[in-house]
């Protein structure tokens, strides 16, 4: 079977959008609690497009940023994200699997989740990926090869967020100690794309390194300067 071929099986499997009543129903459910618990600011969003293939890439500093590009565009979106999430809230667990997100263990070549994701951009559909994988305090850490590589197989644009809290990602914390809620701030960056891989279908270790470095700096400058990490593009 070509890559062709397979792609076809692939988007009969995965048609996109896929689930979009009980997608809109979760979307809706974000957009009320946001408004009610959360002071949430989303600049940048004349830098979305009308319509894909998009890849959105984002840091990954709590797992309530998960829920920043649902907030902040109006596209039936596809996930793709960590197999486990041993250290989530519940509530958190069940999200993804209610919105059924495309799960890849990181460290393992996931050939399910990654043919599908490759189905969707195909269909001008819109996909999300935290390139760090796993959850974690900033400053941004390095990118794993997933979206890189992705990218440079598919050619697709490249749209960066950038998503911070103002009081440690403490939702309720902030609602019963300080009295308020919680001030959250997603930036949209403009879209970009990478140099073309020599050989799309199997890019190049270095290629996928350069690619890493260039995402992961297109995020940072959306973040303040004590989130960027190796990444500030002020000093690179």
């Known amino acids: 079977m070509t890559d062709a071929d397979m792609i076809q099986e692939y988007i009969k499997k995965y048609p996109w959008p896929r689930r979009r009543f009980i997608r809109g129903i979760l979307r809706a459910g974000?957009?009320?609690?946001?408004?009610?618990?959360?002071?949430?600011?989303?600049?940048?969003?004349?830098?979305?497009?009308?319509?894909?293939?998009?890849?959105?890439?984002s840091n990954h500093f709590s797992f309530l940023d998960t829920v920043a590009p649902i907030h902040s565009t109006r596209w039936p979106l596809e996930f793709i994200g960590d197999f486990q999430m041993p250290n989530a809230p519940s509530i958190m667990r069940v999200f993804p699997n209610t919105w059924q997100t495309l799960k890849i263990e990181q460290g393992t070549p996931n050939f399910e989740a990654l043919n599908a994701s490759e189905a969707i951009l195909a269909q001008d559909g819109v996909l999300v990926i935290y390139p760090e994988g796993h959850v974690h305090t900033g400053p941004l850490h390095k990118a794993l090869p997933g979206a890189a590589y992705m990218a440079l197989r598919t050619g697709v644009p490249i749209l960066p967020m950038g998503t911070i809290s103002d009081n440690d990602w403490k939702l309720f914390k902030t609602l019963t100690e300080k009295k308020r809620r919680l001030g959250i701030r997603t930036?949209?960056?403009?879209?970009?794309?990478?140099l073309k891989s020599n050989n799309p279908n199997r890019p190049s270790r270095q290629e996928i390194r350069d690619a890493e470095r260039l995402i992961m700096t297109r995020i940072a400058a959306l973040l303040p300067k004590e989130y960027r990490g190796d990444f500030d593009p002020e000093t690179i």
Not at 35 to 54: D, F, M
Not at 187 to 194: P, Q, R
């Open 30 to 57: 974000v957009n009320v609690v946001a408004a009610i618990l959360t002071r949430w600011e989303v600049s940048g969003k004349e830098n979305v497009p009308e319509k894909g293939p998009l890849l959105i890439v």
């Open 187 to 194: 930036k949209i960056g403009e879209i970009f794309e990478l």
